[in-house]
């Protein structure tokens, strides 16, 4: 996921915004073994400056009041 977060991040640069979506379940990411990746995701994610957190009515929010 950091990767892929990278990735799009020098995509973006070159072609506009782009979208990493993280679907979250508590079954497979609550669990106690892996749950320190999910944080350490969780911490290089924040840390970068250019990236919004968004849930997915945030997203529907930003861009249903644009006009084409």
């Known amino acids: 996921m950091c990767d892929a977060c990278d990735l799009l991040l020098a995509e973006a640069e070159q072609y506009g915004g782009r979208l990493l979506a993280l679907n979250i379940h ?5 669990q106690p073994h892996r749950i320190a990746y999910f944080e350490q995701l ?3 994610l924040t840390s970068k400056q250019d990236i919004w957190l968004a849930s997915a009515s945030d997203i529907y ?7 084409e």
Request: net charge neutral; aromatic share 20%.
């Open 42 to 44: 969780l911490a290089y």
């Open 61 to 67: 929010s930003a861009f249903s009041g644009q006009s």
């Open 26 to 30: 508590p079954w497979l990411l609550g």
